[in-house]
Each structure stands twice: as C-alpha cells, then as structure tokens.
C-alpha cells in the first residue's frame, strides 16, 4: 500500500548547501535523518545541552507539526539524546531548524559536520475545541495516576 505524501517547502541556509536535507534511510522509515551543521567538530561534554544547527528552514503545512526526537542507537550507544523530547517545529516557524542536544553519558563526544543527530517525523495534528461539562463519563482507571497499575 502506498503511503499518503505531503509536499513540504524547504530551503537551504547560506553555506550549508553541503548538508543533506532530512532523509529517510530506509524504505518504510516513519522518521528523517538530521544532519549537524556544525561549522567545526563541536565538544558536548557529558551533562552538557548544545543546540545544533541543521542547515535548513522549512514551512511546515497547516494542520501538521514536525516532531524532532532523538537517534536510537546515538541515544542506546552513547547516551546523547533530544532534551526536549519530543520537540516540536509548528506550521509558522520559519527560522533554521535547531537540535537541542544533552549528553546523558560519561564520554565526551564529538558533533562533526553532517553527522547525523536526530529524527524528524512530519504528523497531522487536529485543532482543539475544548466543551466544558460538569462530569466526565466513568472508566474501569477512573482518576488512577502515575504507576497505579503496579500496585
């Protein structure tokens, strides 16, 4: 089955013409590559949060947002992840897409130019339109909060 595609706009920044543009890197991929465009290897010392530059700006439809998360296996290897997971780019947002990075692990590491440092997934996001009442209707959890299904 195909997949439903949105056309998104997207422009390179002055100077970072040699970063990649987010990708995916295989064929049924939900998410696309970030790229660094770091002008210099960049130092992120272990506790540490970088923003990161990506070389782009993009227009991001009406109706959609573009979630930035973290790289699984640069997360599981080394323990560098998104700090503000899952963040967000919205649809008025013109300005380069940034990362904000923390190293979560014991080893400095080493952002280099066009490494790959985070995924972009691009998802349909309803308006809201909030109807006040005075009950909510019962469930079998009811008002059971954090960890109540381990008691």
């Not at 949060?49 to 227009?59: D, E, M, R, S, Y």
């Not at 909510?136 to 109540?148: A, D, W």
């Amino acid at each position: 089955m195909r997949q439903k595609e949105v056309s998104i706009l997207i422009r390179h920044l002055p100077g970072n013409e040699d970063i990649p543009f987010p990708q995916y890197q295989t064929a049924q991929a939900v998410a696309m590559d970030l790229h660094a465009a770091v002008v210099q290897p960049t130092r992120l010392l272990p506790g540490e949060i970088l923003l990161v530059p990506c070389g782009f700006a993009v227009a991001i439809p009406a109706g959609f947002e573009a979630q930035v998360r973290p790289r699984s296996g640069l997360a599981a290897k080394v323990g560098v992840t998104v700090v503000n997971s899952p963040g967000t780019i919205d649809p008025d947002y013109r300005g380069e897409v940034t990362v904000a990075l923390i190293n979560l692990g014991t080893e400095v590491i080493s952002i280099e130019r066009g490494m790959r440092i985070a995924q972009m997934l691009v998802v349909p996001v309803p308006r809201v339109r909030w109807q006040e009442v005075t009950g909510l209707p019962e469930t079998s959890r009811g008002e059971g909060g954090f960890g109540h299904t381990g008691r």
